[in-house]
C-alpha cells in the first residue's frame, strides 16, 4: 500500500514558469522530506521539514509541510532547466512517494 | 568515505542465478538502508539497520532476499535464484540522523 500520492505525476514546462508539486497522504508524520533524482544517480536530499506549518526556502524553492503534517508541498519559482528530475517526498516511516517526474524546456 | 559507495555499478544475471549487492555506508553513519527502484519512478523500501542489527524489515521479499551488514565490511543485498521482476535499480543509502539519508548511486540489476 503506497502512503504517499504525489501530484502531478508528470510536469512538463517551459523555462521560467512556476510550478507546484504535492505530497499527501491519510497518515501524520513527525517529518517529510524532498529529494531530487537525476538520471543515473540516486535521490540527494533538499530539504526536511519537520513542524507543522513550517516554510523552507531553498533558493527558487519553497517547501511547506501542511499544518496537520499529513501533506506537503513543494513550489519552484522560475524554473530552470537544471530543475530537470525526479522529485520525491519521503516521509519517517521510510517511504518514498510515487514521484512527479519534472521536465523543464529552454 | 564521504559517500555511499555501491558495487557493482551493473550486473546480469540469467533467471535462477544468485545476485549479490554491495554497499560501504558513509563512515560514520550507523543506519543503512536498502530500497529498489522499478519502472524509473517508484521506490519500494526493502529493509535497513542500524549497524549490524536490523531495524526494519518490512519491505524485504520473504523469499530469496536477505541482506546483512557485518562490522568492518561493506552492506550485503543477496538475490538467490533471481526472476525477471527483480530487474531494477537497487540503492543503498546511508544515514547518522534519522530520517535524513545519503544516497549512492545505485546497482543496476537486469535479469535476462
Known amino acids: 500500500t503506497q502512503l504517499l500520492e504525489q501530484s502531478p505525476q508528470f510536469l512538463s514546462i517551459q523555462e521560467g514558469e512556476n510550478l507546484t508539486v504535492y505530497c499527501n497522504s491519510s497518515s501524520v508524520f513527525s517529518s517529510l522530506q524532498w529529494y531530487r533524482q537525476e538520471p543515473g544517480e540516486g535521490p540527494v536530499l533538499l530539504v526536511t521539514v519537520v513542524t507543522g506549518g513550517e516554510v523552507k526556502k531553498l533558493k527558487r524553492l519553497t517547501f511547506q509541510f501542511g499544518d496537520a503534517r499529513k501533506d506537503s508541498s513543494l513550489h519552484i519559482t522560475a524554473a530552470q532547466t537544471g530543475d530537470t528530475g525526479l522529485y520525491l517526498c519521503?516521509?519517517?516511516?521510510?517511504?518514498f512517494g510515487t514521484g512527479t517526474r519534472l521536465q523543464v524546456f529552454p | 568515505g564521504e559517500e555511499v559507495a555501491q558495487t557493482p555499478k551493473h550486473l546480469v544475471r540469467g533467471e535462477g542465478q544468485k545476485a549479490k549487492l554491495y554497499c560501504a555506508p558513509i563512515?560514520?553513519?550507523?543506519?543503512v538502508f536498502w530500497y529498489q527502484q522499478v519502472l524509473k519512478n517508484e521506490f519500494k523500501f526493502l529493509i535497513s539497520?542500524?549497524?549490524?542489527?536490523?531495524?526494519?524489515e518490512t519491505g524485504m521479499p520473504k523469499e530469496r532476499f536477505s541482506a546483512k551488514c557485518l562490522p568492518n565490511s561493506p552492506c550485503s543485498l543477496e538475490i538467490q535464484a533471481t526472476k525477471l521482476e527483480d530487474s531494477a535499480v537497487y540503492f543503498c543509502?546511508?544515514?547518522?540522523?534519522?530520517?535524513?539519508?545519503?544516497f549512492g548511486q545505485g546497482t543496476r540489476l537486469t535479469v535476462v
Open positions: 519521503r516521509a519517517d516511516k521510510l517511504i
Open positions: 543509502a546511508s544515514s547518522q540522523i534519522l530520517p535524513e539519508a545519503f
Open positions: 539497520f542500524q549497524n549490524e542489527n536490523v531495524f526494519d
Open positions: 563512515k560514520g553513519h550507523s543506519y
